[in-house]
């Protein structure tokens, strides 16, 4: 059982890839395990799952995996000499093909860029390490002049205006990974360089059958500008902050967090927020007071949950990172209650909604209760009850296994194995066992459950004060 209610994601990679190393790392407090597609082998993202599902296993958990898809990221071809130093006035072509670059110019994975590229258009090279200017465009490549110099490598990554691109937003790579995801039994896809919502319509059609959550990442203007349209299709959102910083400019990024988290809520979907949470710690064993403070603010802004990248797949520290985000997240949940972002007023006009809402409510207002408690097939009771920001745990009981890793995102939201009950006195029976078994809930105690009743005919509608312990009826 975990302390806080924010969620930690965190990525596997070469510094967590063993089954102990990742025991490791849940055991400092990962609840979902990110496998990033951009890097690495189909073998080697295999045995990260598998080692992932031995880890969950043995420690009797409903660990989620989440593939990370590549998406239309352009990058760098390879280099001559690596690292490679450009400086400010240098010219500099962005070639369609051809061998390794050099300090005149580099190939890149996109043949078309010079189609989509104008005079004056801003290009980043690196995460924005180095910046480039277009001067011209054509049959060569784009030629392009540095205006701010810096060190970059090969592979590195080449950003240009996202309304600019015409390369299709779901790539042949990304083809690729949706279906060895689906085949290695992935809980969450995540889905990069989301530009509308007809990306994510695309990729879930993509499925078939085998339909998983899908995790839009919002890292491009486009997206920004369509975020109502894209939280309607996506089953949740990733504020992904290092391309979206990259191709919007730095000042805005603080205040478009809090506005897409505020979005999300407000749809209900969770929000994960990502990038440079603790970036320090991929050198360091403790985090800078810049980066603890950025970790607290995404709990107070309301996130679901976070996100570590390099810090647990290459750092050097990758059990004391995830240790230092569950510090924060749980003295912050603790200590900061006042400072949180304020909930959304009630605006529910359906049944369902309105139960999870007023489960919130009271829970809130009567002292004497400890936790909601809701039966769920789909685990849309779980997530309406997670999106009121109940002031206690909720334990969603549900019999089925890829259902209750899929909640492994949602803020809050204890899942727990069950059965399918015969009627509803069984669903009762079978949660106020559950709740006295977690050693948390004893008996006595007060709780509030939701569920659908009768069991799996109709949407959530009913709403029960319990004493654990007590009489079902």
């Known amino acids: 059982m975990r302390g806080r209610r924010t969620k930690l994601v965190c990525t596997l990679g070469p510094a967590c890839a063993t089954v102990d190393a990742i025991r490791a790392l849940v055991g400092a407090g990962a609840d979902v395990l990110r496998v990033n597609f951009s890097h690495g082998s189909e073998e080697g993202h295999a045995e990260l799952v598998a080692n992932a599902r031995a880890v969950a296993e043995r420690e009797r958990l409903d660990l989620a995996v989440m593939a990370d898809l590549p998406g239309p990221k352009i990058r760098l071809g390879e280099l001559a000499t690596e690292p490679l130093r450009l400086v400010a006035g240098q010219r500099f072509l962005l070639r369609p093909a051809g061998g390794p670059g050099d300090a005149e110019g580099a190939p890149t994975s996109y043949p078309g860029l010079a189609e989509d590229v104008r005079a004056g258009d801003r290009v980043l090279l690196a995460d924005g390490a180095v910046e480039l200017v277009v001067r011209g465009a054509g049959p060569n490549g784009v030629l392009t002049e540095c205006v701010r110099g810096g060190w970059v490598r090969s592979r590195a990554g080449v950003n240009v205006p996202a309304e600019r691109l015409s390369v299709p937003a779901i790539t042949d790579r990304d083809r690729d990974g949706l279906a060895r995801a689906l085949d290695l039994g992935a809980d969450l896809v995540a889905q990069s360089f989301v530009r509308s919502a007809a990306d994510v319509i695309g990729l879930r059609a993509l499925m078939g059958a085998r339909a998983v959550p899908i995790v839009a990442k919002i890292e491009t203007r486009p997206a920004v500008d369509d975020i109502a349209a894209i939280l309607e299709q996506a089953d949740a959102i990733m504020v992904a902050r290092g391309d979206l910083g990259v191709e919007l400019p730095m000042e805005e990024i603080p205040v478009l967090q809090k506005e897409l988290l505020v979005a999300a809520r407000g749809s209900g979907k969770p929000a994960i927020v990502a990038t440079q949470m603790l970036e320090s710690m991929i050198r360091a064993p403790r985090p800078t007071r810049a980066e603890a403070s950025d970790v607290a603010n995404a709990v107070l802004d309301g996130a679901d949950a976070m996100m570590l990248s390099g810090e647990t797949a290459i750092g050097e520290f990758p059990v004391e990172a995830a240790r230092a985000a569950d510090r924060i997240a749980e003295v912050v949940e603790e200590r900061a209650g006042r400072f949180q972002a304020a909930k959304t007023p009630c605006t529910h006009t359906d049944e ?55 909640l492994a995102i949602r803020w809050g939201v204890v899942p727990m194995p069950a059965r399918v009950p015969a009627d509803t006195d069984e669903m009762i029976g079978l949660m106020d066992e559950g709740l006295r078994g977690t050693g948390v809930v004893g008996p006595g105690s007060s709780v509030v459950m939701a569920a659908s009743s009768p069991v799996g005919k109709t949407h959530t509608n009913m709403l029960k004060v319990h004493q654990v312990g007590g009489a079902i009826r």
């Open 352 to 406: 369902a909604s309105a139960v999870a809402h007023a489960a919130a409510e009271i829970a809130a207002d009567d002292a004497a209760v400890v936790a909601i408690a809701c039966y769920t097939e789909t685990g849309r009771t779980a997530g309406l009850l997670s999106a009121e920001r109940p002031s206690v745990p909720i334990y969603a009981f549900v019999p089925d296994a890829p259902v209750r890793r899929g």
